[in-house]
């Protein structure tokens, strides 16, 4: 099981959407392309913007996400 939940993910991620807007994300699809862009980043050398001791890439990305240190944008921004 991934902790934290896809579902506790797209809370994170459409948290600053106003009321009566479309969500930035409705699907676990997408934050799993995000979190996987990411890791990708985060192996060509990018560095992590949290602390984790030998944590994976992806998981560091998750909980990136998590955190909201990454955000996700609309296709319109």
Avoid: C, F
Wanted: charged share 30%.
């Amino acid at each position: 099981m991934l902790h934290p939940s896809y579902s506790d993910l797209m809370k994170v991620v459409n948290s600053e959407v106003e009321q009566g807007e479309a969500p930035v994300v409705n699907s676990r699809y997408s934050i799993v392309m995000a979190t996987a862009k990411r890791a990708r980043q985060i192996i060509a050398g990018e560095d992590p913007l949290i602390k984790e001791k030998a944590a994976k890439p992806l998981s560091v990305a998750v909980e990136e996400l998590n955190q909201g240190k990454i955000k996700i944008l609309s296709e319109d921004e």
